[in-house]
């Protein structure tokens, strides 16, 4: 096994990158117990190498597309980091020497959850660092059975969602132990059962999965119909890993350090070889956690003698998660990647993916127009959904929205643009038991960013490959579906009647649960287990809207034909009946810019559509128009 150090001298391509992790695996081959486990006959399972090669080149059609394109290989899904845990001699300084001269942003980076997604296990305060204690009623804890404190490296994860772990060679948790623990090699070692769930463990408990599956059927209801995600305890699920079949022999260097990174300050790889399976070494050498200044200005940034500075990586590289289908450029060629999806939902981090098949990209919109890259937790970490540090809104943009919007009245007066435009509906499980597209849920815990929603009764965003049955648990490929301008929408089961406990539109303190027949405050009726229900409350409100801009429409056309043709008419009527017909005319536009036709304001977009009449009959009457 040769020892590699990092030649600052020579750009590292893609297949550099890939091929440089081959020493890594070696080191893990011969240390890590999975291997000890399969030779004593104690493996319940079977794993897979997953490399490099696997996650950053072959996944999701990346040999295809390079060879549509010329291309030696491509990357689809992830976007590499400038530097790796494997790279040494390295420049990493850690945000502690950032925020030396850089407090501000330093303070609003440390209470945000790109700070806390990668900690050690004293640093998990929410359970006062016991990685056992039950959590939310349940029976499931941060660290699953068989596996101790002394066995990882790093809890990944934040109560928002979900917790998982990297064991002490550097390996993500993909496995338990049962009837024994990993710290002594004893038991059996078992795929799967590896990760806490809180929406699981806290939410979706058994009297609840029955409530689903009364409008969702087949939703699972005990613990052995999660199929592939199921495990000994509720509230814990098998990631990357069936349950007691197969799992992802998978280093961090091939998939966490993309996202969930951290930085080691060793000097050669033949120190930082040396620390793998000692916890204590790989955590005091461990110079930052998550995601972190150096994670996008690079190593050292700005300073003197460093590697970094300018942005060497931005958001794109962990929230623009593609999937390429050859057949997508049919209904937009200049757009042909779907986003990521691991089961019938999209992925988390495909944000950066869903944006770029909007129009809002194609306007010049990117992540940080309204977002604070600093602030990315606005509220406290410990929450289960997220309010984001905003430099704009939609109403900075969209003020005839607003102006509609802020004379709605009634319930919906007290939402805000992203209840309806920017649904949660990404999920950042593979679990397909709990996930049903059709229905708004259930395990999804990242806003959307797609903003246009599609008035429809039967058409969804999310659909199977065609001709499949949409069947969550069985069929896989599912992508968003696209519009006849070849961008994706929000269906109106998403946008009104999804079910999900990390949107604060339907989880914080004083929200209304919107539709979800789940969690809803709202009279029953308004409870919509359906997209069709939803269709038609959306038409009481649009139909009378529509047909009035309809009649503006053709009440202006006879005006303007009369005026014009009107000669003998008298100045004081005709500039009459011009003045009513562009007041009319003003509101024909409003409408028409709003684009809601109803639905941001029905009792105001009525209003004005009757002003608009009147004026128009006026105006009739003045030229004599039967």
């Given at each position: 096994?040769g020892?590699?150090?990092?030649?600052p001298?020579t750009?590292?391509?893609?297949?550099?990158?890939?091929?440089?992790?081959?020493g890594?695996?070696?080191i893990?081959?011969?240390?890590?117990?999975?291997?000890h486990?399969?030779?004593?006959?104690?493996?319940?399972?079977?794993?897979?190498?997953?490399?490099?090669?696997?996650?950053?080149?072959?996944?999701?059609?990346?040999?295809?597309?390079?060879?549509?394109?010329g291309?030696?290989?491509?990357?689809?899904?992830?976007?590499l980091?400038?530097e790796?845990?494997?790279?040494y001699?390295?420049?990493f300084?850690?945000p502690?020497?950032?925020?030396?001269?850089?407090p501000?942003q330093?303070?609003?980076w440390?209470?945000?959850?790109?700070a806390?997604?990668?900690?050690?296990?004293?640093?998990?305060?929410?359970?006062?660092?016991?990685?056992k204690?039950?959590?939310?009623?349940?029976?499931?804890?941060?660290?699953?059975?068989?596996?101790?404190?002394?066995?990882?490296?790093?809890?990944?994860?934040?109560?928002?969602?979900?917790?998982?772990?990297?064991?002490?060679?550097?390996?993500?948790?993909?496995?338990?132990?049962?009837?024994?623990?990993?710290?002594?090699?004893?038991?059996?070692?078992?795929?799967?059962?590896n990760?806490?769930s809180?929406?699981?463990?806290?939410?979706?408990?058994?009297?609840?999965?029955?409530?689903?599956?009364?409008?969702?059927?087949?939703?699972?209801t005990?613990?052995?119909?999660?199929?592939?995600?199921?495990?000994?305890?509720?509230?814990?699920n098998s990631?990357?890993?069936?349950?007691?079949?197969?799992?992802?022999?998978?280093?961090?260097?091939?998939?966490?350090?993309?996202?969930?990174?951290f930085?080691?300050d060793f000097k050669?790889?033949?120190?930082?070889?040396?620390?793998i399976?000692?916890k204590?070494?790989?955590?005091?050498?461990?110079?930052?956690r998550?995601?972190?200044?150096?994670?996008?200005?690079?190593?050292?940034?700005?300073?003197?003698?460093?590697?970094?500075?300018?942005?060497p990586?931005?958001?794109?590289?962990?929230?623009?998660?593609?999937?390429?289908?050859?057949?997508?450029a049919?209904?937009?060629?200049?757009?042909?990647?779907?986003?990521?999806?691991?089961?019938?939902?999209?992925?988390?981090?495909?944000?950066g993916a869903?944006?770029y098949?909007?129009?809002?990209y194609d306007?010049?919109?990117?992540?940080?127009?309204?977002?604070?890259?600093?602030?990315?937790?606005?509220?406290d970490?410990?929450?289960e959904?997220?309010?984001?540090?905003?430099?704009?809104?939609?109403?900075?943009c969209h003020?005839t929205?607003?102006?509609?919007?802020?004379?709605?009245?009634g319930?919906h007066?007290?939402?805000?643009?992203?209840?309806?435009?920017?649904p949660?509906?990404?999920?950042?499980?593979?679990?397909?038991a709990?996930?049903?597209?059709?229905?708004?849920?259930?395990?999804?815990?990242?806003?959307?960013h797609?903003?246009?929603?599609?008035?429809?009764?039967d058409?969804?965003?999310?659909?199977?490959?065609?001709?499949?049955?949409?069947?969550?648990?069985?069929?896989?490929?599912?992508?968003?579906?696209?519009?006849?301008?070849?961008?994706?929408?929000?269906?109106?089961m998403?946008?009104?009647g999804?079910?999900?406990?990390?949107?604060?539109?339907?989880?914080?303190?004083?929200?209304?649960?919107?539709?979800s027949?789940?969690?809803?405050t709202?009279?029953?009726?308004l409870?919509?287990?359906?997209?069709?229900?939803?269709?038609?409350?959306?038409?009481?409100?649009?139909?009378?809207?529509?047909?009035?801009?309809?009649?503006?429409k053709?009440?202006?056309?006879e005006?303007n034909?009369?005026?014009?043709?009107n000669v003998?008419?008298?100045?004081?009527?005709?500039?009459?009946?011009i003045?009513?017909?562009?007041e009319?005319?003003?509101?024909?536009?409003k409408l028409?810019?709003?684009?809601?036709?109803?639905i941001?304001?029905?009792?105001?977009?009525k209003?004005?559509?009757?002003?608009?009449?009147?004026?128009?009959?006026q105006?009739?009457?003045?030229?004599?128009?039967k």
């Amino acid at each position: 096994m040769g020892i590699r150090e990092i030649d600052p001298n020579t750009p590292r391509t893609l297949e550099n990158y890939v091929g440089d992790a081959d020493g890594f695996l070696e080191i893990l081959f011969e240390r890590h117990p999975m291997f000890h486990y399969e030779r004593e006959g104690r493996l319940v399972g079977q794993y897979r190498i997953s490399d490099r090669m696997e996650e950053f080149v072959e996944m999701n059609s990346g040999p295809k597309f390079a060879k549509k394109k010329g291309l030696e290989r491509a990357a689809i899904t992830y976007r590499l980091g400038m530097e790796s845990i494997l790279d040494y001699p390295n420049k990493f300084v850690g945000p502690d020497k950032c925020g030396e001269c850089h407090p501000a942003q330093y303070e609003q980076w440390e209470r945000s959850r790109h700070a806390k997604s990668v900690r050690f296990p004293e640093q998990m305060l929410e359970v006062d660092g016991d990685l056992k204690r039950p959590l939310y009623g349940s029976s499931a804890s941060i660290l699953p059975l068989g596996i101790q404190e002394d066995d990882i490296y790093a809890v990944i994860g934040t109560p928002r969602t979900k917790y998982g772990f990297i064991d002490r060679w550097l390996v993500r948790g993909t496995y338990h132990v049962q009837d024994g623990n990993l710290s002594d090699l004893s038991g059996k070692m078992v795929a799967g059962g590896n990760q806490f769930s809180r929406v699981w463990a806290q939410h979706i408990t058994p009297e609840t999965a029955k409530k689903i599956a009364e409008f969702s059927p087949g939703f699972p209801t005990k613990m052995e119909d999660f199929g592939r995600s199921q495990s000994t305890v509720w509230g814990t699920n098998s990631y990357g890993a069936n349950y007691a079949k197969s799992m992802a022999f998978q280093p961090a260097s091939s998939y966490c350090e993309v996202c969930h990174s951290f930085k080691f300050d060793f000097k050669s790889r033949q120190e930082f070889f040396d620390a793998i399976g000692d916890k204590d070494m790989l955590r005091e050498h461990t110079i930052s956690r998550g995601i972190s200044c150096e994670e996008c200005h690079g190593a050292g940034a700005h300073l003197y003698g460093a590697r970094g500075a300018g942005m060497p990586s931005n958001c794109e590289r962990c929230h623009q998660r593609f999937a390429f289908h050859e057949d997508e450029a049919e209904p937009n060629p200049r757009k042909p990647f779907n986003a990521y999806f691991k089961s019938s939902c999209p992925s988390c981090g495909t944000e950066g993916a869903q944006m770029y098949s909007s129009l809002h990209y194609d306007k010049g919109m990117r992540c940080t127009t309204c977002h604070d890259p600093h602030e990315v937790t606005a509220n406290d970490w410990r929450d289960e959904y997220t309010l984001v540090g905003l430099k704009q809104t939609c109403q900075d943009c969209h003020p005839t929205q607003t102006e509609f919007f802020a004379e709605m009245g009634g319930a919906h007066s007290k939402d805000n643009c992203t209840g309806c435009h920017m649904p949660v509906m990404m999920s950042c499980e593979n679990f397909a038991a709990v996930q049903n597209p059709d229905k708004g849920g259930f395990d999804n815990v990242r806003t959307s960013h797609i903003w246009k929603i599609d008035v429809s009764k039967d058409r969804k965003s999310i659909n199977p490959p065609a001709g499949k049955d949409r069947d969550p648990m069985n069929v896989k490929g599912w992508r968003f579906d696209r519009d006849e301008n070849g961008r994706f929408f929000v269906d109106l089961m998403w946008s009104c009647g999804r079910t999900t406990w990390a949107d604060p539109n339907l989880v914080k303190p004083g929200a209304s649960g919107c539709h979800s027949p789940i969690q809803s405050t709202l009279p029953k009726d308004l409870h919509f287990t359906d997209q069709a229900m939803i269709y038609e409350k959306v038409m009481e409100w649009q139909t009378p809207v529509k047909n009035g801009y309809e009649e503006i429409k053709k009440g202006l056309k006879e005006v303007n034909k009369a005026i014009a043709n009107n000669v003998s008419l008298d100045v004081d009527k005709k500039s009459q009946a011009i003045f009513l017909a562009k007041e009319a005319n003003e509101v024909k536009k409003k409408l028409e810019k709003d684009g809601g036709w109803g639905i941001h304001g029905p009792q105001y977009s009525k209003k004005i559509v009757d002003e608009a009449l009147v004026y128009l009959e006026q105006a009739k009457n003045i030229l004599g128009i039967k």
